[in-house]
């Protein structure tokens, strides 16, 4: 049966851009969210037993932090995935799911043995090897739906602000690549002491940001990244957690530590007032 707003074209009998998010996509982001939910539980609360519960042993427990971190924002975004009824405001979030995902599979497969064989790390092989390539089918299938206009209360984003959140973004993912690509290199002035899976791992974190602020440059729609930087925020609330409890993991003797905690610092301050000036025009415009 069609929605209500679901039209046809006549000459074509397509369906017209209606913005549904499709059942299918709603039972993708259901079945991922249970992981999400015990990876970064396990992350946090057992850092030190990450190679008995976790896919591999992780250490030290900042480097667990971190990738925790990304899953908080994850499990956010895919319950706004589940429930959302407009595709366009969860739309772009899914190209950073595939790369992250994508690029985490690709780590996995280049250092098999530093992984624990047990039931943790069959399920996220399992996870991995499936959700990069379901993510980008469901994509492309819900494109055809995305909607093009705004929200009936929705807010321009200044090209200004979407040229500097795009800048940093890019920033970010194109650290994040060098990170990934090299990790011995990235290891040898991180912040905190790195393995070449770690920093791998790393990589694939930075890649996050880079990947969703991009869309600002095509994409200027409030509603279109309202949730997805909900969950920027989120997970920069909890990497700025993670910081505070295991602040003595960081190598302070490292200029990359001082610069590290400045990128955040000045993130969570871009995002946050960022966020809270669309916040505050969308209210003033509502009716």
């Known amino acids: 049966m069609r ?15 209606d913005d549904v998010v499709l059942r299918a996509t709603r039972v993708v982001a259901v079945v991922i969210l249970p992981f999400l939910v015990v990876a970064a539980f396990l992350l946090y609360v057992v850092p030190d037993r990450t190679g008995e519960l976790f896919a591999w042993a992780i250490d030290p427990p900042l480097s667990a932090y971190l990738l925790a971190s990304a899953y908080v924002g994850g499990i956010w975004f895919f319950v706004r995935v589940a429930v959302e009824r407009r595709w366009h405001r969860v739309q772009h979030g899914f190209p950073a799911v595939a790369v992250f995902a994508g690029a985490l599979l690709v780590a996995t497969l280049l250092h098999l043995d530093r992984f624990s064989p047990n039931l943790s790390f069959a399920v996220w092989m399992t996870l991995y090897a499936t959700t990069p390539f379901a993510v980008v089918v469901l994509a492309i299938i819900q494109r055809r739906h995305a909607q093009r206009g705004p929200d009936p209360v929705d807010v321009e984003v200044p090209r200004f602000a979407a040229l500097g959140l795009a800048a940093i973004g890019a920033a970010a993912f194109a650290f994040g690549a060098v990170v990934f690509a090299v990790p011995g290199f990235a290891a040898s002035f991180w912040a905190w002491e790195l393995t070449p899976l770690t920093g791998r791992v790393t990589g694939a974190v930075l890649s996050l940001t880079g990947v969703v602020n ?14 997805l930087f909900q969950a920027q925020l989120l997970s920069l609330a909890a990497i700025c957690l993670s910081l505070l409890l295991r602040s ?4 302070w003797e490292r200029p990359m530590t001082a610069v590290f905690l400045g990128l955040v610092a000045g993130a969570v301050v871009a995002y946050g007032g960022f966020t809270a000036w669309c916040e505050r025009e969308a209210r003033r415009i509502r009716p």
């Open 3 to 17: 929605s209500p707003t679901d039209t046809a074209d006549h000459r074509t009998g397509a369906p017209t851009r």
């Open 248 to 251: 003595t993991d960081l190598q």
């Open 214 to 227: 991009v869309a600002l440059l095509w994409d200027r729609r409030w509603s279109a990244f309202r949730i």
